[in-house]
T-cell receptor, first 113, second 116 residues
Framework: NAGVTQTPKFQVLKTGQSMTLQCAQD?????MSWYRQDPGMGLRLIHY???????DQGEVPNGYNVSRSTTEDFPLRLLSAAPSQTSVYFC????????????FGPGTRLTVL | KQEVTQIPAALSVPEGENLVLNCSFT??????LQWFRQDPGKGLTSLLL?????REQTSGRLNASLDKSSGRSTLYIAASQPGDSATYLC???????????????FGSGTRLSIRP
């Protein structure tokens, strides 16, 4: 099993550009989530999904869209990148919303100029 | 709103020392608390999980305690080694609605450096 994979590892965008951060898991987990990690602020939940076709907002959803068309994939879209979205983004999955063990991807470091 | 705080933000100790990392949370209505380790440029790895009904959990040289009433948890590392150098984060899982029970709130972490 590859676990949770994320692409790309690094990305530089200009303000106003759009892009999609990819996340995939091969563990057949129902629950997937996106976090951003900023210095001194820990990880903050952006969006999460409790299963294919179901998504919900987390703590900091503005400026981001998600979809969950399959169990495996949970892409995060930035429609119009802003410098405030410069951060490290982590995708995570767990078996279902009741399960505690969470698996994290290696992260994507995004810089918006 | 649940807030999770970890103080200090950074800690440096000589090898071999026992040390304690602190985590505090504002709302005691939690389902559980986890401690994670994060190495530079990597994702998070779960170290210990304490259910709300438990007082402590142990794994090797690590011992985590939970005092829900005071909103505190500690991670005790015995006989520290240079390989323990990493950032340690605590996170609480909320108790409550279907929606909120899905959420995990993280602290900002303590960056630990063990000097050889």
């Amino acid at each position: 099993n590859a676990g949770v994979t994320q692409t790309p590892k690094f990305q530089v965008l200009k303000t106003g550009q759009s892009m999609t951060l990819q996340c995939a898991q091969d563990m057949n987990h129902e629950y997937m989530s996106w976090y951003r990690q900023d210095p001194g602020m820990g990880l903050r939940l952006i969006h999460y999904s409790v299963g294919a076709g179901i998504t919900d907002q987390g703590e900091v959803p503005n400026g981001y869209n998600v979809s969950r068309s399959t169990t495996e994939d949970f892409p995060l879209r930035l429609l119009s990148a802003a410098p405030s979205q410069t951060s490290v983004y982590f995708c995570a999955s767990r078996r279902d919303r009741r399960t505690d063990t969470q698996y994290f991807g290696p992260g994507t470091r995004l810089t918006v100029l | 709103k649940q807030e999770v705080t970890q103080i200090p933000a950074a800690l440096s100790v000589p090898e071999g020392e026992n040390l304690v990392l602190n985590c505090s949370f504002t709302d005691s209505a939690i389902y559980n608390l986890q401690w994670f380790r994060q190495d530079p440029g990597k994702g998070l790895t779960s170290l210990l999980l304490i259910q709300s009904s438990q007082r402590e959990q142990t794994s090797g040289r690590l011992n985590a305690s939970l005092d829900k009433s005071s909103g505190r948890s500690t991670l005790y590392i015995a006989a520290s080694q240079p390989g323990d150098s990493a950032t340690y984060l605590c996170a609480v899982r909320l108790l409550g609605s279907y929606s909120s029970a899905s959420k995990i709130i993280f602290g900002s972490g303590t960056r630990l450096s063990i000097r050889p």
